[in-house]
């Protein structure tokens, strides 16, 4: 499966963005589906995940309670809604598929996109 990653921008510290994450292929609605982040000189993290079905989703303490994942199968698309977004959350987002969980969780995915740029000015 082929992943990309759209939606970025420049926004307003307290802001939103909506970031979406597309898939190609009818095998995308198989797989779970994970939200990345990586700012200059830091590692990527985890931000968020999904199951296959939406049944199931997690959050990195960072950014429960601001950020939502979700996904519609019928248009091969998972999305990433923000809310009261901090200069700290600019970076370069990614999305990814394939895997576990804990595959998630540890940043290990099987298939990745190139990412969008988020750039949080306060």
């Known amino acids: 499966v082929q992943l990309q990653a759209s939606g970025g921008g420049l926004v307003q510290a307290g802001g939103s963005l909506r970031l979406s994450c597309a898939g190609s292929?009818?095998?995308?609605?198989?797989?779970?589906v994970g939200w990345f982040r990586q700012a200059p000189g830091k590692e990527r993290e985890f931000l968020s995940y999904?199951?296959?079905?939406?049944?199931?989703?997690y959050y990195a303490d960072s950014v429960k309670g601001r950020f939502t994942i979700s996904r519609d199968n019928a248009r091969n698309t998972a999305y990433l809604q923000m809310n009261s977004l901090k200069p700290e959350d600019t970076a370069n987002y990614y999305c990814?598929?394939?895997?576990?969980?804990?595959?998630?969780?540890?940043?290990?995915?099987?298939?990745w996109g190139k990412g969008t740029q988020v750039t949080v000015s306060s």
């Open positions: 990814a598929a394939g895997g576990t969980r804990a595959q998630a969780m540890g940043v290990n995915m099987n298939y």
């Open positions: 292929g009818p095998t995308f609605s198989f797989y779970d």
């Open positions: 999904i199951s296959w079905n939406g049944g199931s989703a």
